[in-house]
Protein backbone atom coordinates (compact mmCIF):
# COMPACT_ATOMS: atom_id res chain seq x y z
CA UNK A 1 0.00 0.00 0.00
CA UNK A 2 1.11 3.69 -0.86
CA UNK A 3 0.11 6.32 1.75
CA UNK A 4 0.30 9.49 -0.17
CA UNK A 5 0.37 13.47 1.27
CA UNK A 6 0.04 16.22 -0.70
CA UNK A 7 0.72 19.81 0.56
CA UNK A 8 -0.48 22.69 -1.51
CA UNK A 9 -0.80 26.71 -1.81
CA UNK A 10 -4.36 26.34 -0.33
CA UNK A 11 -7.62 24.13 -1.28
CA UNK A 12 -9.32 25.89 -4.46
CA UNK A 13 -8.29 23.13 -7.28
CA UNK A 14 -8.70 26.80 -9.58
CA UNK A 15 -6.22 29.17 -7.60
CA UNK A 16 -4.03 26.65 -5.41
CA UNK A 17 -1.04 24.49 -6.88
CA UNK A 18 1.01 21.27 -5.23
CA UNK A 19 4.27 22.64 -3.23
CA UNK A 20 5.41 18.86 -1.92
CA UNK A 21 4.19 15.15 -2.66
CA UNK A 22 5.57 12.18 -0.11
CA UNK A 23 4.73 9.06 -0.69
CA UNK A 24 5.53 5.68 1.78
CA UNK A 25 5.31 2.29 0.67
CA UNK A 26 4.30 0.06 3.54
CA UNK A 27 3.66 -3.64 4.42
CA UNK A 28 1.74 -4.01 7.54
CA UNK A 29 3.46 -1.61 9.91
CA UNK A 30 6.85 -1.77 8.24
CA UNK A 31 7.89 0.81 5.39
CA UNK A 32 9.48 -0.35 2.69
CA UNK A 33 10.18 2.87 0.98
CA UNK A 34 9.74 6.37 0.13
CA UNK A 35 9.26 8.92 -2.05
CA UNK A 36 9.43 13.03 -1.44
CA UNK A 37 9.82 16.48 -3.37
CA UNK A 38 9.28 19.85 -3.40
CA UNK A 39 7.27 20.80 -6.14
CA UNK A 40 7.51 25.02 -7.31
CA UNK A 41 3.72 25.69 -7.76
CA UNK A 42 4.53 28.90 -9.38
CA UNK A 43 2.86 31.09 -7.67
CA UNK A 44 3.65 32.95 -3.83
CA UNK A 45 3.20 30.28 -1.19
CA UNK A 46 0.50 32.39 1.54
CA UNK A 47 2.01 33.00 5.01
CA UNK A 48 -0.94 31.23 6.90
CA UNK A 49 0.14 27.92 4.43
CA UNK A 50 4.40 28.41 5.04
CA UNK A 51 2.84 28.66 9.21
CA UNK A 52 1.09 25.11 8.51
CA UNK A 53 3.64 23.41 6.18
CA UNK A 54 6.85 25.28 7.03
CA UNK A 55 7.82 25.44 2.87
CA UNK A 56 8.64 28.39 2.27
CA UNK A 57 8.77 29.93 -1.54
CA UNK A 58 12.75 29.35 -1.09
CA UNK A 59 12.34 26.27 -0.74
CA UNK A 60 10.55 25.61 -3.94
CA UNK A 61 12.04 28.17 -6.15
CA UNK A 62 14.14 26.24 -7.76
CA UNK A 63 12.35 23.10 -7.41
CA UNK A 64 10.81 20.63 -10.01
CA UNK A 65 7.12 21.76 -11.85
CA UNK A 66 4.31 19.49 -11.04
CA UNK A 67 4.62 17.93 -15.09
CA UNK A 68 8.56 17.16 -14.18
CA UNK A 69 7.37 14.66 -11.34
CA UNK A 70 3.89 13.33 -11.57
CA UNK A 71 5.71 10.67 -14.01
CA UNK A 72 8.11 9.57 -11.22
CA UNK A 73 5.00 9.79 -8.25
CA UNK A 74 2.92 7.37 -10.61
CA UNK A 75 6.31 5.07 -11.59
CA UNK A 76 6.68 4.73 -7.30
CA UNK A 77 2.88 4.05 -6.73
CA UNK A 78 2.82 1.78 -9.72
CA UNK A 79 -0.50 -0.50 -9.10
CA UNK A 80 -0.45 -0.19 -5.36
CA UNK A 81 -3.23 0.89 -3.14
CA UNK A 82 -3.05 4.49 -2.42
CA UNK A 83 -4.20 5.36 1.27
CA UNK A 84 -4.67 9.05 2.54
CA UNK A 85 -6.07 11.28 5.09
CA UNK A 86 -8.01 14.36 5.65
CA UNK A 87 -8.72 13.85 1.74
CA UNK A 88 -11.45 16.13 0.74
Do not use: C, W, Y
Not at 62 to 76: S, T
Amino acid sequence: MIALDIETTGLDPNLDAVTEIAALRFKGARVEDTFQTLVNPNRPIPSNITQLTHITNEMVRNAPQIGEVIGKVAQFVGNDIIVGHNII
